[in-house]
């Protein structure tokens, strides 16, 4: 019998958006994560002394993703385009 976790997977968006709720969507996401390991890592500061350096390389990535991603939805902003969204959470426990 396998006890391996089985993954949960749930459905966060999908749908077509104009632009504008695609970029509202998107960037409210990524800010609050931004937020969050921000907060984090002040956080580990403030207790332990301890910088969190994987926290903060993940801030460098959700920026230039946030970057990545204004700069998609203006060039489809500027055709005219809608943007088709689709994101999966996958979830699996993991024993401590």
Do not use: Y
Request: net charge negative; glycine share 4%.
């Amino acid at each position: 019998m396998n006890n391996e976790p089985t993954p949960t997977n749930f459905l966060l968006i999908d749908g077509v958006f104009s632009t504008d709720d695609a970029r509202n969507v998107l960037m409210t996401l990524i800010n609050n994560k931004i937020q969050f390991h921000e907060q984090d890592s002040w956080s580990r500061k403030e207790r332990f002394g301890d910088s969190h350096a994987a926290g903060s390389r993940r801030v460098d990535q959700l920026l230039q993703t946030r970057t990545d991603l204004a700069t998609l939805i203006d060039h489809a902003q500027s055709r005219g385009e809608r943007l088709s969204i689709s994101c999966t959470i996958e979830v699996t426990r993991v024993p401590e």
